[in-house]
């Protein structure tokens, strides 16, 4: 068994999320650990096999992947008798730790984590576990830092899960691609760049979207241009030039025809009915 002392912080109760504690361990064959914490601890696999017990799990885990042991939750984790693991860990905790764990996909329903790039994975806690060879004072706003690089990156991969298992998620995309596009549309915003926010291929998103919607996602951003122009010229005396840039159009010629396209009236006609 190879062991090395852990790294302790000390508590930093100014932040919602921190860094409590680190480090990383070669486990001898069977080396079992039975018992219960009042914080988060983050273990990533990095070689080796072994089995993970807590609320009603009982998994057998190897590297690549990483599991979570949750606050106050009895957690039994025992290295295998032939292949034992060697692991590094995170300790954390904080005044919204459990809000925070939430938001990157953690959640006592799923303790484990497969990563889809654990080479960079294992490159960030090699950041974190030899800093101090190379820098002896300690740095808090580094270690902060790679907590949450650390986070990200659990967060990306347990987005990966749940996009593997949700059986919604064209769904979830279409939802959050309307939500990009109604706090964007005044940008010149184009279909690629409300696709890649989604994480799905051009030609594949707009596809989708026109089956989901009935509607296209260019007609979608344009229809929120227009029903807000109509509201800035009802409810306005902004100059109609001003309102066409406020929409993310080029110009007020722009605007113009595409409004009379739309309406069968310009802009200036619009305004004089609604005022």
Same mark, same amino acid.
């Given at each position: ?93 904080? =005044?919204?730790?459990?809000? $925070? #764990? *939430?938001?990157?996909?953690? /959640? ?9 790039? @654990? ?96 509607? =296209?996602?260019?007609?979608? $951003? #344009? *229809?929120?241009?227009?029903? /807000? ?9 902004? @100059? ?36």
């Amino acid at each position: 068994m190879s062991f090395d002392q852990p790294t302790y912080l000390l508590p930093d109760n100014q932040q919602e999320i921190y860094l409590s504690y680190y480090g990383k361990e070669q486990c001898a064959p069977g080396q079992r650990w039975p018992g219960v914490r009042d914080h988060y601890l983050i273990v990533y696999i990095e070689s080796g096999r072994g089995r993970y017990q807590a609320n009603g799990f009982d998994i057998e885990l190897e590297a690549g992947s990483s599991f979570v042991l949750f606050p106050n939750t009895f957690t039994v984790y025992e290295a295998d008798t032939s292949n034992p693991w060697a692991y590094k860990w995170i300790g954390v905790t904080g =005044s919204r730790c459990d809000r $925070i #764990m *939430k938001d990157c996909g953690i /959640r006592q329903e799923k303790p484990v984590i497969v990563h889809s790039n @654990p080479h960079r994975l294992s490159f960030l806690y090699d950041e974190l576990l030899n800093y101090e060879a190379h820098h002896p004072r300690p740095d808090m706003l580094f270690k902060s830092g790679m907590l949450q690089i650390l986070l990200a990156e659990y967060g990306r991969d347990m987005e990966y899960v749940n996009d593997q298992e949700n059986e919604h998620l064209p769904d979830a995309r279409i939802i959050t691609s309307k939500q990009f596009m109604q706090e964007h549309y005044d940008k010149k915003i184009s279909i690629s760049d409300v696709a890649n926010y989604v994480g799905l291929e051009r030609t594949y998103y707009s596809k989708l979207f026109k089956q989901m919607t009935g509607t =296209s996602p260019y007609a979608y $951003i #344009m *229809k929120l241009r227009l029903d /807000r122009g109509c509201s800035l010229l009802k409810e306005s005396n902004l @100059p109609i030039e001003h309102i066409a840039l406020l929409l993310g159009f080029n110009d007020m010629f722009h605007f113009g025809s595409f409004f009379k396209l739309k309406m069968g009236l310009s802009p200036l006609q619009y305004r004089k009915q609604h005022q």
